[in-house]
């Protein structure tokens, strides 16, 4: 059973930071492609960013707008996502998902396994 548990989350001031973490209980974590998607009331699962097992490649959505920095520490079996600037619409559950290929999606259904989710709260 792969288990994934986020932290990091809580409430902010717009304009400020936070840096959500997932630690992962699978030795064979560095195999995974790692991603972190986000969840607010009425909206669907939005993809934010993704990694490659090995952390040589990063994957962003558009909108970020080089706001979110996603990086990984394989020794420590940890998903990191660094998240600056942060504005009133970021304001969601922030989860962290496990695909069992080396590459990430940005697509839900392509993760096998998912965390069960932060609370972001930014406050204006």
């Known amino acids: 059973q792969v288990q994934l548990v986020e932290s990091g989350g809580g409430l902010v001031q717009s304009g400020g930071s936070l840096r959500l973490s997932c630690v992962v209980s699978?030795?064979?974590?560095?195999?995974?492609?790692m991603g972190w998607f986000r969840q607010s009331p009425g909206k669907e699962r939005e993809f934010l960013a993704g990694i490659t097992s090995t952390g040589g490649s990063e994957y962003y959505t558009d909108s970020l707008k080089g706001r979110f920095t996603i990086s990984r520490d394989n020794a420590k079996n940890t998903v990191y996502l660094q998240m600056n600037s942060l504005k009133p619409e970021d304001t969601a559950v922030y989860y962290c998902?496990?695909?069992?290929?080396?590459?990430?999606?940005?697509?839900?259904?392509?993760?096998?396994?998912w965390g069960q989710g932060t609370q972001v709260t930014v406050s204006s």
């Open positions: 998902a496990a695909r069992r290929l080396a590459v990430p999606t940005m697509f839900s259904v392509d993760y096998e396994y």
């Open positions: 699978q030795r064979t974590f560095r195999w995974y492609a």
